[in-house]
T-cell receptor, first 117, second 112 residues
């Protein structure tokens, strides 16, 4: 159980275009999902906290108008990278926290590798 | 969250026990020790967590020193599939969703 999926797994886009990444909890509901970014040979860095039915909370230095987050249901959060540039190329990973877990273990998706040309 | 220190890399022969250390000398009384791992180009995977007692599950064992200033994750019989970056994270148990702060971790290479 506790499976999180991401779509797409890999995307290549042109500079200036927008890319949407989906994060789904497949067998549980999650009011909270987290979005992380990981550059090559670096650790994961939290970008934002996504809350179902409310605005996302962004970490310092993350542009909320560039990285749009929508958490429209208890099983789906989306991250849209608007006007992507080569420096946005990275590995984007989401995690989801089950509502009824009673613990604070969060489950991670497999990641989405974004390459901006 | 308390700061953790891990060796940047370790090697282990397949079939042997892999012992991954973590120092967390500034850990507070309400903070737990969590371990996650990240296999190359995948999302992190939860392994185990503990407060002060040793813990064991199907994946690993966690040994926490009596003063709680350090801990060791033990993979009893390492396989090639255990090659990954292992992250030791110290933070309070909240019972609710809270963010994880990842350090640089230990890159474990399991070899034949």
């Amino acid at each position: 159980g506790a499976v999180v999926s991401q779509h797409p797994s890999r995307v290549i886009c042109k500079s200036g275009t927008s890319v949407k990444i989906e994060c789904r909890s497949l067998d549980f509901q999650a009011t909270t999902m987290f979005w992380y970014r990981q550059f090559p040979k670096q650790s994961l860095m939290l970008m934002a906290t996504s809350n179902e039915g409310s605005k996302a909370t962004y970490e310092q230095g993350v542009e909320k108008d560039k990285f749009l987050i929508n958490h429209a249901s208890l099983t789906l959060s989306t991250l849209t990278v608007t006007s992507a540039h080569p420096e946005d190329s990275s590995f984007y990973i989401c995690s989801a926290f089950p509502i009824t877990s009673g613990t604070d273990t969060q489950y991670f998706g497999p990641g989405t590798r974004l390459t901006v040309l | 969250d308390a700061k953790t220190t891990q060796p940047p890399s370790m090697d282990c022969a397949e079939g042997r026990a892999a012992n991954l250390p973590c120092n967390h000398s500034t850990i507070s009384g309400n903070e737990y020790v969590y371990w996650y791992r990240q296999i190359h180009s995948q999302g992190p995977q939860y392994i185990i967590h503990g407060l002060k007692n040793n813990e064991t599950n199907e994946m690993a064992s966690l040994i926490i020193t009596e003063d709680r200033k350090s801990s060791t994750l033990i993979l009893p019989h390492a396989t090639l599939r255990d090659t990954a970056v292992y992250y030791c994270i110290v933070r309070p148990f909240t019972g609710t969703a809270s963010k994880l702060t990842f350090g640089t971790g230990t890159r474990l290479q399991v070899t034949l």
